[in-house]
């Protein structure tokens, strides 16, 4: 399964240089934004919010109180590697200094633009609740739910005007990549069926 995220990451970060200097990126994003309706608008806006810190710190904070007692300092894997990774992501704004598209927006952003903060968060905290729970159902089933959720939060990004397309691929790329570094190494091991 690493080898498969670390090709995709690697995959979305080339995508992402293509659209950004091809100048791909405008156009796609004005198609986007020409989907709007009143309805997709209210529904962008709740998965907006599910990728936000509003929504991720209280998240992770009821992750632990309820996983710390059965996995003590395991539980906090996934709240500490959201967190680093948040961080991270602010970092990269501001040494690359990217601003937003100038075009109207159906949401409030005041930090900078490159690499999509949602979708860097939500590719590496996505991945490591699939990681976390498909022993116990149906593993296609739930990294099915996660790619979806990482492809609907990227949409999302786009339709509300807030980011260029190489902002999302980029920072869904650097979300994988960093997921992927936390899985242990494949050798010797048989391979995965994911």
Partial sequence: MKRRLLTISLVLALLS???????????????????????????????????????LLPFNLLFILFTFREERWHSLFIPLGTLSVWILNSLIKNIVRRQRPAISALAVEKSLSFPSGHAMVSSFFIMSLAMRYYKKHHKSTVFVFAALYILLMGINRLYLGVHFPSDVLAGSSFGLFLFALTLPSETGRKPSKI
Avoid at 21 to 43: E, Y
């Fill in 17 to 55: 240089v293509v659209f950004y200097i091809s100048n791909w990126d405008t156009p796609i994003l004005v198609f986007f934004t020409r989907l709007r309706t009143p309805a997709l608008t209210r529904l962008m806006h709740v998965v907006a919010f599910m990728g936000s810190v509003r929504f």
